[in-house]
T-cell receptor, first 113, second 108 residues
């Protein structure tokens, strides 16, 4: 248990579906992140939020839409995805201060059919 | 952008053997962390080590920031050490970049 919880753990969706991934952190951190991990690729930084404000969008397609209602919750809204978007999506948080240490949730395995 | 390179990409060990994993990075960084990813995808924090040396049981890590590399040592390896080991660097505030990982397989 790392203090970062992701749901669902597994998701299968069609290309025309709309679904959301949820992340909640219980660490009192101020920064939250979405990463994508595809087979045979390094973890790719997608979005960063600091104090609920988006500070990084790493050229992510608009079919991925993040939402951060407060410092403890982060969502990734998914719509009209492609099969190549199938991957492990990892949420993380960090204090956002000196000695910044990033902690990850268990991930959401997404399959687009 | 910053390059984070890990070596070797794959490593097979017999149980009880020692190993050294390396992480090179191309720019000055604010901090560096080592992670172990288990077969279920969970990334476990091993070390926060922007510089110097730390030890935790059979694992230890050393970062030489001036020379832009870090080493992870695994001694007396066990089958439970299998998985993928990643290093991650914080280049700018709240921007963490990962290497491609070292996939370790420890055989009984």
């Amino acid at each position: 248990e790392t203090g970062v919880t992701q749901t669902p753990r597994h998701l299968v969706m069609g290309m025309t579906n709309k679904k959301s991934l949820k992340c909640e952190q219980h660490l009192g951190h101020n920064a939250m992140y979405w990463y994508k991990q595809s087979a045979k690729k390094p973890l790719e930084l997608m979005f960063v939020y600091n104090f609920k404000e988006q500070t990084e969008n790493n050229s992510v397609p608009s079919r991925f839409s993040p939402e951060c209602p407060n410092s403890s919750h982060l969502f990734l809204h998914l719509h009209t995805l492609q099969p190549e978007d199938s991957a492990l999506y990892l949420c993380a948080s960090s204090p956002g201060a000196s000695g910044n240490t990033i902690y990850f949730g268990e991930g959401s395995w997404l399959t687009v059919v | 952008g910053i390059q984070v390179e890990q070596s070797p990409p794959d490593l097979i060990l017999q149980e009880g053997a020692n190993s050294t994993l390396r992480c090179n990075f191309s720019d000055s960084v604010n901090n560096l962390q080592w992670f172990h990813q288990n077969p279920w995808g969970q990334l476990i924090n091993l070390f926060y080590i922007p510089s110097g040396t730390k030890q935790n049981g059979r694992l230890s890590a050393t970062t030489v920031a001036t020379e832009r590399y870090s080493l992870l040592y695994i001694s007396s390896s066990q089958t439970t050490d299998s998985g993928v080991y990643f290093c991650a660097v914080e280049l700018d505030f709240n921007k963490f970049y990962f290497g491609s990982g070292t996939k370790l397989n420890v055989k009984p």
